[in-house]
Protein backbone atom coordinates (compact mmCIF):
# COMPACT_ATOMS: atom_id res chain seq x y z
CA UNK A 1 0.00 0.00 0.00
CA UNK A 2 1.54 3.44 -1.14
CA UNK A 3 1.47 5.89 1.73
CA UNK A 4 -0.07 9.38 0.71
CA UNK A 5 1.57 12.48 2.80
CA UNK A 6 0.67 15.95 2.49
CA UNK A 7 2.42 19.36 3.95
CA UNK A 8 5.96 19.94 5.35
CA UNK A 9 5.77 15.77 5.73
CA UNK A 10 5.55 15.46 1.95
CA UNK A 11 8.56 17.95 1.58
CA UNK A 12 10.65 16.60 4.44
CA UNK A 13 10.05 12.66 2.54
CA UNK A 14 10.24 13.38 -0.36
CA UNK A 15 13.24 16.26 -0.72
CA UNK A 16 16.68 14.63 -2.25
CA UNK A 17 20.08 15.61 -2.99
CA UNK A 18 20.19 17.03 -6.54
CA UNK A 19 23.58 17.47 -8.58
CA UNK A 20 22.48 18.57 -11.76
CA UNK A 21 20.89 21.64 -12.71
CA UNK A 22 18.10 23.00 -15.28
CA UNK A 23 19.65 25.84 -16.93
CA UNK A 24 17.25 28.62 -15.48
CA UNK A 25 19.04 30.57 -13.44
CA UNK A 26 17.49 31.26 -9.68
CA UNK A 27 17.86 34.89 -9.13
CA UNK A 28 19.29 36.92 -6.11
CA UNK A 29 15.68 38.07 -4.91
CA UNK A 30 14.71 34.03 -4.80
CA UNK A 31 17.84 33.39 -2.99
CA UNK A 32 16.95 35.93 -0.30
CA UNK A 33 13.45 34.99 0.08
CA UNK A 34 14.46 31.36 0.79
CA UNK A 35 17.27 32.86 3.71
CA UNK A 36 14.49 35.36 4.70
CA UNK A 37 12.54 32.07 5.96
CA UNK A 38 15.47 30.20 6.96
CA UNK A 39 16.65 32.28 9.24
CA UNK A 40 13.90 31.63 11.49
CA UNK A 41 15.81 28.26 12.97
CA UNK A 42 16.25 28.02 16.52
CA UNK A 43 19.14 29.58 17.68
CA UNK A 44 20.54 30.07 21.85
CA UNK A 45 22.69 33.30 21.87
CA UNK A 46 21.15 36.86 21.89
CA UNK A 47 22.47 37.24 18.00
CA UNK A 48 21.90 34.84 15.09
CA UNK A 49 25.44 32.92 14.23
CA UNK A 50 25.45 32.47 10.49
CA UNK A 51 26.07 34.99 7.30
CA UNK A 52 25.81 34.06 3.86
CA UNK A 53 27.56 34.33 0.73
CA UNK A 54 26.08 34.01 -2.54
CA UNK A 55 27.23 33.72 -5.71
CA UNK A 56 25.51 33.55 -8.82
CA UNK A 57 25.73 34.98 -12.58
CA UNK A 58 29.53 35.97 -13.34
CA UNK A 59 30.08 35.83 -10.04
CA UNK A 60 30.46 31.58 -10.05
CA UNK A 61 33.60 31.99 -12.05
CA UNK A 62 35.23 34.23 -8.12
CA UNK A 63 33.75 30.54 -6.51
CA UNK A 64 35.10 28.37 -9.09
CA UNK A 65 39.01 30.29 -9.50
CA UNK A 66 38.90 29.92 -5.42
CA UNK A 67 38.46 26.49 -5.81
CA UNK A 68 40.88 25.75 -8.37
CA UNK A 69 43.37 27.49 -6.60
CA UNK A 70 43.61 24.62 -3.46
CA UNK A 71 44.27 22.08 -6.47
CA UNK A 72 47.59 21.16 -6.63
CA UNK A 73 48.71 21.65 -10.39
CA UNK A 74 48.61 18.20 -11.45
CA UNK A 75 45.21 17.94 -10.15
CA UNK A 76 44.49 21.21 -11.86
CA UNK A 77 45.73 19.65 -15.14
CA UNK A 78 43.63 16.94 -15.07
CA UNK A 79 40.15 18.32 -13.63
CA UNK A 80 40.41 22.41 -13.97
CA UNK A 81 38.64 23.11 -17.17
CA UNK A 82 35.83 20.50 -16.08
CA UNK A 83 35.55 21.63 -12.67
CA UNK A 84 35.19 24.94 -13.78
CA UNK A 85 32.81 24.40 -16.78
CA UNK A 86 30.46 22.78 -13.80
CA UNK A 87 30.92 25.57 -11.02
CA UNK A 88 30.48 28.39 -14.07
CA UNK A 89 27.92 26.83 -16.18
CA UNK A 90 25.76 23.91 -15.07
CA UNK A 91 25.66 24.98 -11.31
CA UNK A 92 23.16 28.45 -10.82
CA UNK A 93 24.07 29.15 -7.43
CA UNK A 94 26.81 28.33 -4.55
CA UNK A 95 26.19 29.82 -1.37
CA UNK A 96 28.33 29.60 1.92
CA UNK A 97 26.80 29.24 4.79
CA UNK A 98 29.39 30.76 7.51
CA UNK A 99 29.09 30.69 11.46
CA UNK A 100 31.12 32.52 14.09
CA UNK A 101 33.86 30.39 15.25
CA UNK A 102 32.69 30.75 19.27
CA UNK A 103 35.65 29.38 21.82
CA UNK A 104 33.05 28.31 24.68
CA UNK A 105 32.60 24.63 23.24
CA UNK A 106 28.83 24.82 24.43
CA UNK A 107 28.28 27.93 22.51
CA UNK A 108 30.20 26.81 19.52
CA UNK A 109 28.25 23.24 19.28
CA UNK A 110 25.15 25.33 19.56
CA UNK A 111 25.69 28.22 16.67
CA UNK A 112 26.74 25.27 14.41
CA UNK A 113 23.42 23.05 15.33
CA UNK A 114 21.55 26.01 14.71
CA UNK A 115 23.47 27.16 11.58
CA UNK A 116 22.71 23.29 10.63
CA UNK A 117 19.07 23.65 11.31
CA UNK A 118 19.26 27.19 9.07
CA UNK A 119 20.94 25.08 6.07
CA UNK A 120 17.91 22.02 6.42
CA UNK A 121 15.19 24.94 6.65
CA UNK A 122 16.86 26.22 3.44
CA UNK A 123 16.74 23.07 1.67
CA UNK A 124 13.29 22.26 2.42
CA UNK A 125 12.02 25.68 1.76
CA UNK A 126 13.97 25.38 -1.85
CA UNK A 127 12.44 21.97 -2.49
CA UNK A 128 9.13 23.58 -2.13
CA UNK A 129 10.07 26.05 -4.70
CA UNK A 130 11.37 23.20 -7.06
CA UNK A 131 15.04 24.12 -6.19
CA UNK A 132 17.19 21.35 -5.22
CA UNK A 133 21.06 20.70 -4.11
CA UNK A 134 23.78 19.28 -2.54
CA UNK A 135 25.18 20.24 0.98
CA UNK A 136 29.25 19.58 0.65
CA UNK A 137 31.66 20.20 3.44
CA UNK A 138 34.22 19.52 1.16
CA UNK A 139 38.38 19.63 2.73
CA UNK A 140 39.02 23.42 0.60
CA UNK A 141 36.36 24.92 2.66
CA UNK A 142 39.51 24.99 5.14
CA UNK A 143 41.64 25.77 2.81
CA UNK A 144 43.13 28.96 3.80
CA UNK A 145 43.33 31.07 0.36
CA UNK A 146 39.61 29.52 -0.82
CA UNK A 147 38.46 31.16 2.68
CA UNK A 148 40.26 34.24 1.14
CA UNK A 149 39.15 34.67 -2.36
CA UNK A 150 35.51 34.03 -1.32
CA UNK A 151 35.16 36.34 1.55
CA UNK A 152 35.36 34.07 4.77
CA UNK A 153 36.63 36.38 7.48
CA UNK A 154 38.59 35.51 10.24
CA UNK A 155 36.78 33.56 13.07
CA UNK A 156 34.46 32.30 10.92
CA UNK A 157 33.92 28.83 9.85
CA UNK A 158 31.94 26.94 6.67
CA UNK A 159 29.47 24.83 7.63
CA UNK A 160 28.19 24.26 4.07
CA UNK A 161 28.87 24.92 0.63
CA UNK A 162 25.48 24.60 -1.11
CA UNK A 163 25.03 24.36 -4.77
CA UNK A 164 21.63 24.97 -6.03
CA UNK A 165 19.20 24.86 -8.87
CA UNK A 166 15.94 23.87 -10.35
CA UNK A 167 15.91 20.70 -11.86
CA UNK A 168 13.96 17.60 -13.78
CA UNK A 169 12.01 16.17 -11.61
CA UNK A 170 12.11 13.05 -14.11
CA UNK A 171 15.60 12.82 -12.87
CA UNK A 172 14.98 13.14 -8.88
CA UNK A 173 16.24 9.56 -7.58
CA UNK A 174 14.21 7.55 -5.01
CA UNK A 175 14.78 8.04 -1.15
CA UNK A 176 17.11 5.74 0.30
CA UNK A 177 14.93 3.62 3.03
CA UNK A 178 15.23 4.39 6.29
CA UNK A 179 15.38 2.78 9.73
CA UNK A 180 12.12 3.09 11.27
CA UNK A 181 12.33 5.31 14.50
CA UNK A 182 11.00 2.68 16.60
CA UNK A 183 14.14 0.18 16.28
CA UNK A 184 16.26 3.34 16.87
CA UNK A 185 14.25 4.87 20.19
CA UNK A 186 14.80 3.94 23.69
CA UNK A 187 12.19 4.49 26.12
CA UNK A 188 12.92 5.18 30.38
CA UNK A 189 9.46 4.32 32.00
Known sequence: MTQTYAGIEKTIRERRTINQFTAEPVSRETMLELLETAVWAPFHSRKEPWRFILFIGEGRK???DAVLQTYTEEK????GEK?????CNDVPVHLLVVMVE???LKEWEEALCATSALIQNLQLLAWEKG???VWKTNDYNWNPSFR????VKPGEKVVGTLHMGYFDEAKVRRGKLRTPA???LTVIN
Not at 76 to 79: E, I
Not at 83 to 87: G, K, T
Open 182 to 184: ADL
Open 83 to 87: VADIY
Open 102 to 104: EPR
Open 148 to 151: EAVG
Open 62 to 64: QFS
Open 131 to 133: IGG
Open 76 to 79: RQQF
